[in-house]
């Protein structure tokens, strides 16, 4: 079992940077792969970024890829989004997932299948 809890999100303006946070309650010898996923309102759950057990591999959606960083506190089982060049079609709920099964992400974009425990998400708009 693994309990993912979100931080980080909030309101924002156009062009803004917003760093997300999500924290693993699973042990830290433990390795899976973690990621980032998104919903607007009215629309489906889209991949954000995944990122391996060690950080070492990363994958992004491409319409972020320029924009946001993915990274991952080994120490702690952490990950982090760090959003920058905010835009309004970034608003969005925004979840962390945990991949148990894998120590590496399978493929880009990573399926929502994938993935085996969810966090609650945290909110994240964007001004224009």
């Known amino acids: 079992q693994v309990q993912l809890v979100e931080s980080g999100g909030g309101l924002v303006q156009t062009g803004d940077s917003l760093t997300l946070s999500c924290a693993a309650s699973?042990?830290?010898?433990?390795?899976?792969?973690m990621g980032w996923f998104r919903q607007a309102p009215g629309k489906e759950r889209e991949f954000v970024a995944s990122?391996?057990?060690?950080?070492?591999?990363?994958f992004y959606n491409p319409s972020v890829k320029d924009r946001f960083t993915i990274s991952k506190q080994n120490t702690e089982n952490s990950i982090y989004l760090q959003m920058d060049g905010l835009k309004p079609e970034d608003s969005a709920v925004y979840y962390c997932a945990a991949d148990i099964d894998r120590d590496y992400p399978s493929r880009n974009p990573s399926p929502e299948s994938e993935y085996d425990f969810w966090g609650q998400g945290t909110q994240v708009t964007v001004s224009s």
């Open positions: 699973r042990r830290s010898s433990s390795t899976f792969v």
């Open positions: 990122i391996s057990y060690n950080g070492g591999s990363t």
